[in-house]
């Protein structure tokens, strides 16, 4: 923080070559003149360089020779401290990739201040020495309860919400029996392994374990997310859409080349035949007369034109000569 002196020159005549230096606009007699870093401004011209409101003498903040307002600084320059979340204006003290004040930097663990015991850094904490060395050896050996703070071994360590704790600080959410080291999580509750098993949580169809997050309901079976995958190339569907086939599950370019039901016309598989003619497959919107382009169906009489369907009316439509020769044509062919 900055600060600047005011004069008041009663009675005397202000020197010509004395300007402001910011108008360069020489001063009336018996004016209020701010001195700041040998630099004589009215009033009026010391001013914030960002929001150009007039500066309180006695509270304004300097950066690179530039002055400005307490707000406009907060805003422009000041960090947030990480502990109590408001701006730090004097000392910053930067650790973790943070700012702190210098009395905000507190032991992670036991709440000492830092600045006076010396910092360590454990896991992204920030700790005093003793903690650094409790912890560390909690590490190597075992974990620390996050209930008592006491020592917990891994082997008789259970985990609840992703922290460890003694299980004998929890009851079973079923039968409210103390729980053992076998304590299985579900939600927001624990559960004792015999009422885990009575739960009817759904068993993955793919790697036999249970569904406890989110499942997928497929070719009437559970799934993990992750686990329902196309048969051929083992790409998880991730809740698209997925082709059955045969009992299995086939992403869209390989049901495609397995089933070999593809529409002649679009070449896309056909999901619901409507109709097959010389033995090949039809979509619903494409088996049509390749004359005059009407819908057929499986009521519709039928005429092969150059092993195309046709209807009967465009089929009547052609001349004598050509059904006598497309009659005789099927027949030789219904022969052989």
């Known amino acids: 923080m900055a600060c600047a ?9 202000t020197p010509e070559e004395t300007l402001c230096e910011r108008c360069l606009e020489p001063f009336l007699s018996a004016e209020d003149i701010v001195s700041y870093r040998n630099g004589l401004f009215h009033q009026k011209c010391f001013v914030c360089v ?18 400005y307002c307490k707000y406009d600084f907060q805003m422009l320059f000041a960090p947030f401290c990480h502990k109590c979340g408001e701006f730090v204006m004097s000392r910053v003290i930067k650790v973790l990739g943070r700012s702190w004040h210098p009395e905000c930097l507190l032991c992670d663990q036991c709440g000492a201040q830092l600045v006076v015991t010396g910092l360590h850094k454990f896991n992204g904490r920030p700790l005093c020495r003793a903690c650094f060395n409790e912890l560390a050896q909690v590490q190597s050996t075992g974990h620390l309860c996050q209930t008592c703070r ?6 008789e360590m259970i985990r609840y919400k992703g922290d460890p704790h003694h299980p004998h600080h929890f009851k079973c959410a079923r039968c409210e029996a103390e729980l053992g080291p076998d304590a299985r999580e579900r939600g927001a509750d624990l559960y004792c392994l015999q009422c885990f098993d009575k739960l009817g949580i759904p068993v993955c169809a793919a790697c036999r374990r249970l569904v406890e997050g989110r499942i997928v309901w497929a070719l009437g079976k559970p799934w993990h997310v992750e686990h329902f995958v196309c048969h051929q190339c083992e790409v998880p569907f991730m809740g698209g859409r997925y082709y059955e086939l045969q009992g299995r599950a086939y992403c869209f370019p390989h049901y495609q080349a397995r089933s070999g039901s593809t529409c002649h016309i679009c070449c896309q598989p056909v999901m619901d035949i409507l109709a097959r003619f010389t033995n090949k497959a039809y979509c619903p919107g494409h088996f049509t007369c390749f004359v005059c382009d009407r819908k057929l169906n499986e009521k519709s009489k039928l005429y092969e034109i150059d092993l195309k369907p046709a209807c009967k009316e465009c089929y009547d439509k052609l001349p004598t000569h050509w059904k006598k020769r497309l009659a005789k044509l099927h027949m030789l062919e219904a022969y052989n």
């Not at 002196?5 to 009663?10: A, F, G, L, N, V």
């Not at 960002?50 to 002055?67: G, I």
């Open 5 to 13: 002196t005011q004069s008041r020159e009663d009675n005397a005549p």
């Open 50 to 67: 960002q929001c150009f409101q007039p500066l309180s003498l006695a509270e304004f903040y300097e950066h690179e020779e530039r002055q």
């Open 150 to 155: 006491t020592y917990v071994s891994k082997s």
